[in-house]
């Protein structure tokens, strides 16, 4: 079992910098791939962006490359999900969600994560 806890979630404006951090306990941290999803109220729960155990693959949804990073520390057992140049649209409950995964694959689809944290609100004002 892996128990994940977001953090870092807020009010921002349009063009704001946000850190999401996800602190996961219970397993051996550096065997789980982990992702980022969101959802806003009415909709499915989307993709944002996935890393290998590692660190060393990262995966991200076309509607946020370029303006988010996901990074990794395995010492700290903890996923970071930097966010950038944020839109009124990126506004949703982001999730972290784990995956035990030994190699290298990076898992994108909702259903391929086991493990989920409770969410974190994040609300960009234009």
């Known amino acids: 079992q892996v128990q994940l806890v977001e953090s870092g979630g807020g009010l921002v404006q349009a063009g704001g910098s946000l850190r999401l951090s996800c602190a996961a306990s219970?397993?051996?941290?550096?065997?789980?791939?982990m992702g980022w999803f969101r959802q806003v109220p009415g909709k499915e729960r989307e993709y944002v962006a996935a890393i290998s155990r590692s660190g060393g693959s990262t995966s991200y949804a076309d509607s946020v490359k370029g303006r988010f990073t996901i990074s990794r520390d395995n010492a700290k057992n903890t996923v970071y999900l930097q966010m950038n140049s944020l839109k009124p649209e990126d506004t949703a409950v982001y999730y972290c969600a784990g995956r035990y995964q030994p190699s290298v694959y990076v898992p994108v689809r909702r259903l391929e994560y086991a493990y989920w944290g409770q969410g974190t609100q994040v609300t960009v004002s234009s």
């Open positions: 219970g397993r051996t941290f550096s065997n789980y791939a």
